[in-house]
């Protein structure tokens, strides 16, 4: 059974950076996609970033480009989101995701395809 353990959640100041991971456990890395997903309460869970692992090729939402990168570590089954230039509108309940879809690429960022979520670390930045 996979089991995904996010930490590093917490609170920063905007335009500062913080780093989430996530650790994988009963499941390898192969030929899917993983990613982070975030929702605020009463609202729908976005797709904030993704990486499809065979070519370690990154997606992201419009609203993180440039400020949001995607990572993983095959060796420690471990998937990184780094956040940089964090606004107070990133405030929210991040949650890592397995996505062991055919082509999983295609619909990265959509919570209707994902597998595997992990239980979630908050993100709080303060103006």
């Known amino acids: 059974q996979v089991q995904l353990l996010e930490s590093g959640g917490g609170s920063v100041q905007a335009g500062g950076s913080h780093r989430l991971s996530c650790v994988a456990s009963?499941?390898?890395?192969?030929?899917?996609?993983m990613g982070w997903f975030r929702q605020a309460p009463g609202k729908e869970r976005e797709g904030v970033a993704g990486?499809?692992?065979?070519?370690?090729?990154?997606y992201y939402a419009d609203s993180v480009k440039g400020r949001f990168t995607i990572s993983q570590d095959n060796a420690k089954n471990t998937v990184y989101l780094q956040m940089n230039n964090l606004k107070p509108e990133d405030t929210d309940m991040y949650y890592c995701?397995?996505?062991?879809?055919?082509?999983?690429?295609?619909?990265?960022?959509?919570?209707?395809?994902?597998?595997?979520w992990g239980q979630g670390t908050q993100v709080t930045v303060s103006s």
């Open positions: 009963g499941y390898t890395f192969s030929s899917d996609c």
């Open positions: 990486i499809y692992f065979p070519a370690g090729r990154a």
């Open positions: 995701a397995v996505s062991r879809r055919y082509r999983c690429w295609t619909d990265i960022l959509t919570a209707a395809t994902v597998t595997d």
